[in-house]
């Protein structure tokens, strides 16, 4: 725009004069009226612009020229803290929508006609901004209720320093990591290809895939060092990052581009666990995957995804998030305290005088353990109290102690009655959870399911699907379609279980067998039927309207509670597909006062409920919605863990 290229006024960019001298600039200029020349000031720029003017453009891009990393740029161009907000707090004395200050961090649209997500910006990661919201939600009640903070303490999980010897290992490994790193960086640059962090990491993962290194493990093709480098070429996540986030070495594998695509947002299996056949033939694939290292070898199982889940790779992702959360957090804090008085403890520090001080039994778990019972809530309020007493003389004693004389070091109480006075404090306290009555999550399970068309012959069974022989649990053979195929595997199992085989190792056995009729090569799939409520049931037709196949609708959305004319209590259940549809009444279930049956209220699990129960009130919250049972399982509001 022909605009930007023409000086606005004497005030310099920086100059806190400069936005409002702008808008009379432009109406003298170029004869504008004041309409008009706020309509050009709130003009939105196309996504991936940046929030700079010509004159800032030219006096940086020099400097970027040069190599200057962004933090060098601010300091040569006089820009130094223009975002940073150093030393400066927010000036109404509460926290703002953390994309406000933190404006190097996001990017937004800059249109204050735009909410607070969409102006300033946001962090993709939900984890992060859901935390920063419910911290600035937390904060700025305490400074409504007390007064601005003198200190804060932010409690993060990382280790301390290691000691001595530990740090030696890591600083030898380190350089003899970066030996080996310039030796790829040379090898590279002979073969004339650009020396970045994508050639090296391809160059990495080439060296440590195995024997397996020279060939692509999904199609078999031979992959020289010089293909390797090439855009035919690609690092793949054997378990999707998108699903486990890990982005380790050990869940990458070099492998050519067009493989990749063909893999998508899969394992390895559930790409190509049923495909025979060049390119993707699974014998093939397995053969290549069994000489790969133990750490990516697993990941090409039948059940890595879950094996990857039972493992703890969520816990992982959440504990990287929330140490890099603490790091955000004492930024954004900065707002409403001097940043000099903001300071971080380690986890490890806090449960170390956590257990100094006996707090760990104030929240016994069922097994009567010393350690901190994770299981209730209210173990976050208790580490929020010992941060908030851990001044830093006793941080820095800690940490800069090795483990042997850390464990000796006497912390006093700091004051006799703690401990009581805070058992007084859990056992009035109230756990809150955020209700969460969306009906955004996936509509059905993923098995597709085929019709039985007369199910009183099949035991009353009414779908039928398949599944790996020998995955099948004890109680799924039961459930086997072939009568005659049934009864010789329970009649082996049986036979093994005698000879103290488990039913794993027996089905294994059977699987290879090559002597039962119409099964030459043995068996690798069974047909299994199941019952399902036809209500329950996500039908989907031809062009006929036959139904051909289905799917389970999963989980209820809601359950809605009934008073019948006998005055019974009974539970109505919508799952989250029938929620979701656009030609239902959601709210059919509820009826006028008077009728029968009356509408008493609507729950979603997690809802919490104030019940009385033995004499007294207590709360509650819903974790499982059991309608065909006419049941609501209850935990009380601070029981945490897997319920």
């Known amino acids: 725009m022909t605009v930007a290229e023409r000086p606005w006024g004497p005030a310099a960019p920086d100059h806190p004069d400069h936005i409002v001298s702008a808008s009379t600039r432009v109406q003298t200029h170029w004869a504008l009226d004041a309409e008009a020349a706020e309509r050009i000031g709130s003009a939105l720029l196309p996504d991936g612009h940046s929030r700079l003017g010509l004159r800032a453009i030219k006096k940086i891009l020099p400097f970027m020229e040069g190599g200057m990393t962004k933090t060098e740029v601010e300091d040569a161009a006089g820009y130094k803290g223009i975002h940073l907000r150093d030393g400066e707090l927010a000036l109404n004395g509460r926290l703002p929508y953390y994309g406000e200050w933190l404006q190097d961090d996001v990017l937004g649209s800059g249109d204050p006609r735009d909410n607070n997500d969409r102006r300033w910006g946001r962090f993709p990661n939900p984890t992060v901004h859901i935390g920063l919201g419910q911290l600035r939600r937390v904060v700025n009640a305490l400074i409504a209720q007390y007064g601005p903070p003198s200190e804060i303490a932010v409690e993060m999980t990382r280790d301390f320093k290691l000691a001595p010897r530990k740090l030696a290992e890591l600083e030898r490994q380190q350089a003899e990591n970066q030996r080996k790193n310039q030796k790829r960086a040379a090898e590279i640059g002979k073969l004339g290809q650009a020396v970045n962090a994508r050639n090296l990491l391809k160059m990495l993962l080439w060296e440590r895939q195995g024997t397996v290194a020279k060939e692509c493990p999904y199609t078999g093709e031979v992959i020289g060092i010089e293909r390797l480098l090439s855009a035919e070429v690609d690092i793949d996540h054997l378990i999707p990052f998108s699903d486990s986030w890990d982005d380790s070495a050990a869940n990458k594998v070099i492998c050519m581009r067009y493989a990749n695509r063909e893999k998508g947002n899969r394992t ?375 319920l």
């Open 268 to 642: 390895p299996f559930e790409a190509f666990g049923k495909r025979k056949g060049q390119p993707y033939d699974w014998d093939a694939i397995s053969q290549r995957a069994a000489t790969l290292p133990r750490a990516k070898r697993w990941r090409f199982d039948p059940e890595a995804r879950a094996r990857f889940d039972k493992s703890g790779g969520f816990q992982a992702r959440q504990l990287n998030e929330t140490g890099w959360l603490a790091r955000v957090a004492r930024q954004y804090l900065a707002a409403v305290t001097d940043r000099y008085r903001i300071h971080v403890l380690p986890g490890k520090l806090t449960a170390m005088i956590r257990g100094k001080w006996g707090l760990n039994d104030l929240l016994p778990d069922h097994n009567h353990s010393d350690a901190k019972n994770r299981k209730d809530h209210r173990h976050h309020a208790i580490d929020a109290l010992v941060a908030a007493l851990t001044d830093r003389k006793l941080l820095h004693r800690m940490s800069s102690a090795y483990d042997e004389e850390r464990q000796k070091i006497e912390v006093p109480l700091p004051w006799p009655t703690l401990r009581a006075d805070l058992d007084a404090k859990l056992k009035a306290m109230v756990v809150s959870h955020k209700p969460d009555h969306g009906l955004e999550t996936r509509l059905h399970e993923d098995t597709a399911y085929g019709t039985i068309r007369e199910p009183d012959k099949e035991e009353g069974a009414n779908l039928v699907y398949r599944k790996n022989f020998t995955d099948l649990t004890e109680k799924e053979i039961s459930r086997i379609r072939d009568r005659r195929l049934r009864d010789l595997i329970e009649s082996h199992v049986e036979r093994e279980k005698r000879e103290g085989k488990d039913v794993k190792s027996a089905l294994l056995a059977f699987a290879q067998r090559k002597d039962i009729p119409g099964l030459p090569h043995g068996i690798r799939h069974v047909r299994l039927t199941k019952t399902e409520k036809p209500a329950y049931l996500v039908p989907i037709r031809d062009k006929s309207g036959k139904v051909y196949k289905s799917y389970s609708a999963g989980e209820n959305a809601f359950v809605d509670i009934l008073k019948s004319a006998a005055g019974r209590w009974v539970a109505s259940a919508t799952t989250v597909f029938q929620a979701n549809q656009t030609d239902r009444d959601a709210n059919q279930n509820r009826q006028p006062p008077g009728s029968a049956p009356d509408f008493v209220m609507r729950v979603f699990k997690g809802d919490m409920l104030r019940i009385d129960r033995d004499g007294r009130t207590k709360l509650v919250r819903i974790v499982r919605l059991s309608p065909s049972n006419n049941l609501l399982y209850l935990v009380d509001h601070n029981e945490g863990g897997v």
